[in-house]
Nanobody, 114 residues
Framework: QVQLVESGGGLVQAGGSLRLSCAASTNINRVNAMSWYRQAPGKQRELVARITSDGSTNYADSVKDRFTISRDNAKNTVNLQMNSLKPEDTAVYYC????????WGQGTQVTVSS
């Protein structure tokens, strides 16, 4: 079974940056898409960014031009570079791997102080 482990969350001031990483226990070239989602308290989980096996990316409107998703196929990792962070970016961030199934990581907390 595929396992995903996120890292890189933490506390940062508004305007700062964080880099999240997701390490997969499988060859991510075999996965249709790798994604980052987030869930803030009292809100539904939402898609933040996705990268497909052919390298195509898409982003939530709220993070466009601030966040960048990338993949390192050799290391089976997917990264999310988050710049110009805002308090509204505060959430638990989850990595997900999707083929005909979806596997979730355990999540990592990102807190942005104003």
């Amino acid at each position: 079974q595929v396992q995903l482990v996120e890292s890189g969350g933490g506390l940062v001031q508004a305007g700062g940056s964080l880099r999240l990483s997701c390490a997969a226990s499988t060859n991510i070239n075999r996965v249709n898409a790798m994604s980052w989602y987030r869930q803030a308290p009292g809100k539904q989980r939402e898609l933040v960014a996705r990268i497909t096996s052919d390298g195509s990316t898409n982003y939530a409107d709220s993070v466009k031009d601030r966040f960048t998703i990338s993949r390192d196929n050799a290391k089976n990792t997917v990264n999310l570079q988050m710049n110009s962070l805002k308090p509204e970016d505060t959430a638990v961030y989850y990595c997900a791997a999707t083929s005909i199934w979806t596997v979730w990581g355990q999540g990592t907390q990102v807190t942005v102080s104003s």
